[in-house]
């Protein structure tokens, strides 16, 4: 049963491991590429930092919030549970005065070591930030997606300021699996 249930998940996700390591070349190209013209002047940035949201909101402390959320969402992608614990850290100070509620979501990230836990708080932040986002978006774009596959079938939401699927619920395992669910502008 197990085995036909895998073959599925990899099936309906459509992910192989040709075109994961074809993926990753790319990415790995257009981030030379953007850095070389999107050089900071705090060369101590790392290149999700440099993160620019392909939305405006209403004030400045919300695009802050969404690029840190993004910060968060690139290392579980990438299924690095420090530097998601990092990302969440900087959101929750960001948060802590507007929306406590949140802050202390984006806390539980920050205080987990294990990566999948902390996939299971940000389904969380995900589903707090939803409001938030709608209200504050002024131009732009924000790529609401989901990952059938996501939580044993349930599936599950992110966002993403691109809509190229790098899914954060399974990292490199099922890069591509999901689908743009919602555009809000």
């Known amino acids: 049963m197990s085995l036909v249930a895998g073959s599925l998940m990899m099936y309906s996700c459509g992910d192989s491991k040709k075109e994961k390591e074809e993926t990753v070349s790319h990415e790995d190209h257009e981030m030379h590429e953007n850095s070389d013209h999107t050089h900071s002047e ?10 620019v949201a392909a939305a405006e909101f209403k004030n400045d402390g919300v695009k802050q919030v969404f690029n840190q959320y993004l910060e968060v969402k690139d290392a579980l992608v990438q299924t690095d549970a420090e530097a998601a614990s990092e990302a969440a850290k900087e959101l929750q100070v960001s948060l802590e005065e507007n929306n406590p509620e949140i ?41 609401k997606q989901f990952c059938p596959m996501a939580f044993e079938g349930k599936g599950d939401y992110w966002y993403s300021n691109s809509d190229q699927i790098r899914n954060p619920y399974f990292g490199d395992r099922m890069l591509k699996c999901g689908r743009v669910e919602e555009t809000i502008q």
């Not at 705090?42 to 993160?51: P, V, Y």
């Not at 984006?106 to 708080?121: P, T």
């Not at 409001?131 to 774009?141: D, F, N, R």
């Open 42 to 51: 705090n060369s101590g940035h790392s290149h999700s930092e440099k993160t």
């Open 103 to 143: 802050a202390k979501i984006a806390g539980n990230i920050a205080g987990e070591n294990d990566v999948n836990k902390q996939r299971e708080a940000f389904s969380e932040l995900t589903a707090a930030m939803d409001p938030v986002l709608k209200q504050a978006i002024s131009s732009g774009k924000i790529y």
